[in-house]
C-alpha cells in the first residue's frame, strides 16, 4: 500500500452543470477520501499561476479563459497509489479518447471542457495542493 494525496479540480463546466456532487460519489465510490474541499473562483492571476507548465501553447489563453469564466471546486484525495489511480479514474484529456466509464467519457464535452483535473506526478501533488491548500485546511480520517 502506498498512500499517496492527489490534487483535484471539479471544473467550471461541471460545476455549472450541478454535477459536484455526481462527481464526489465517483470520487469516493473509488476508495478515495476527500481529506481537503472548497468552493472559489479562480482569478486570472491564479489560474495563470497553476497552469504556467503550458504558458506559451496554442490552448494556454482560452484554458486561463474558461478556468476563470465560473466557481471550481478544489479538492485533495487522499488513497492507495492514489494520483495513478484518480488519473485513470478521469480518463484522457480528450472525452473522445477517454475510456467508458472514465470521468471525461461521462461528463466532459470537449477537449477543453473536460470537467475534472488530476495532477499528473508527485511532483506536480504537491505543488499543486501547497498552491490552494493549508496545511490546516487538511482533514485526515483518524
Ligand atoms: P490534463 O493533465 O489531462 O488535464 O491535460 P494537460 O495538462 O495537457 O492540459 C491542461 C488542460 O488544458 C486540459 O485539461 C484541457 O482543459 C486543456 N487542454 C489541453 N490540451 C488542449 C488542447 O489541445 N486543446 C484545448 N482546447 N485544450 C487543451
Ligand atoms: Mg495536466
Known amino acids: 500500500?502506498?498512500?499517496?494525496?492527489?490534487?483535484?479540480?471539479?471544473?467550471?463546466?461541471?460545476?455549472?452543470?450541478?454535477?459536484?456532487g455526481a462527481i464526489y460519489h465517483r470520487l469516493e465510490s473509488a476508495g478515495l477520501t476527500i481529506v481537503a474541499a472548497k468552493m472559489l473562483r479562480l482569478?486570472?492571476?491564479?489560474?495563470?499561476?497553476?497552469?504556467?507548465?503550458h504558458e506559451g501553447k496554442p490552448f494556454y489563453a482560452p484554458l486561463i479563459e474558461f478556468?476563470?469564466?465560473g466557481p471550481v471546486m478544489v479538492q485533495v484525495l487522499e488513497?492507495?497509489?492514489a494520483i495513478t489511480r484518480y488519473r485513470e479514474l478521469m480518463g484522457?484529456?480528450?472525452?473522445?479518447?477517454?475510456?467508458?466509464?472514465?470521468?471525461r467519457a461521462d461528463y466532459a464535452e470537449s477537449t477543453?471542457?473536460?470537467a475534472v483535473h488530476g495532477s499528473d506526478s508527485p511532483e506536480s501533488?504537491?505543488?499543486?495542493?501547497?498552491?490552494f491548500f493549508s496545511d490546516d485546511e487538511i482533514c485526515p480520517r483518524d
Open 1 to 20: 500500500m502506498t498512500i499517496e494525496r492527489t490534487f483535484s479540480i471539479v471544473k467550471p463546466d461541471a460545476v455549472g452543470r450541478n454535477q459536484i
Open 43 to 53: 482569478t486570472e492571476q491564479q489560474a495563470q499561476g497553476f497552469y504556467a507548465e
Open 67 to 69: 478556468m476563470t469564466s
Open 79 to 81: 488513497g492507495d497509489n
Open 92 to 103: 484522457k484529456t480528450n472525452p473522445e479518447e477517454a475510456a467508458c466509464g472514465t470521468l
Open 112 to 114: 477543453r471542457l473536460n
Open 125 to 131: 501533488a504537491a505543488r499543486e495542493i501547497a498552491y
